[in-house]
């Protein structure tokens, strides 16, 4: 399964820098903070405690707009919540819907996740980084050279456990917004 993901990462790659070619570029850089609902992170609490069953959410966001309508994305992010901590990249393909006239530009998005998961107290098990998908709609409201965000998605990032470790499965809606400045 990874090595079919890798290669379609490659190819959404190629496929961006070969359109690259006959347009204008630009490029973005931004912050953003969220909210992800993980099914499985409310049960990683030790005995007799309760768990959020969601992570605050923060990171950095580069995008490349190959054009007026597709762009590839990078997020890094770091979540947070009572006991478990999360690392993402999420490497994204995004289709934006200019309106004429109009500073709203509502967009969609799909996109690769590879994600690490850190469960905090002693004993807790420890899983591997894995891979999932996101895909998001959202709206842009541009002004001048910044663009202010907000979307909302579904993740999907399974862990695989063992013998002695269970599954551990973080499925659920992400609610983002940001802002971003291009150049």
Not at 2 to 7: D, F, K, Q, S
Not at 40 to 55: L, S
Request: with cysteine.
């Amino acid at each position: 399964m990874r090595n079919y993901l890798v290669a379609l990462v490659a190819l959404f790659f190629a496929f961006g820098v070969a359109l690259s070619a006959a347009h204008a570029q630009t490029f973005e850089i931004g912050a953003k903070i969220g909210v992800w609902s993980g099914d499985d992170m409310d049960n990683a609490a030790p005995a007799g405690k309760d768990n959020d069953d969601y992570a605050f959410t923060y990171g950095l966001i580069g995008q490349y707009n190959i054009d007026e309508n597709w762009s590839v994305r990078l997020d890094i992010e770091l979540g947070t919540s009572d006991y478990v901590d999360t690392t993402c990249f999420v490497l994204s393909g995004v289709y934006s819907f200019p309106i004429e006239e109009s500073a709203f530009v509502p967009f969609v998005r799909a996109g690769v996740v590879i994600a690490d998961v850190d469960i905090d107290f002693t004993g807790a098990p420890d899983y591997d980084t894995e891979f999932g998908f996101e895909l998001a709609v959202g709206v842009s409201y541009l002004v001048e050279n910044w663009k202010i965000f907000a979307e909302l998605g579904y993740r999907d990032v399974s862990f695989d456990g063992t013998a002695l470790v269970p599954d551990f499965d973080l499925p659920g809606f992400i609610f983002n917004i940001g802002v971003t400045f291009t150049f």
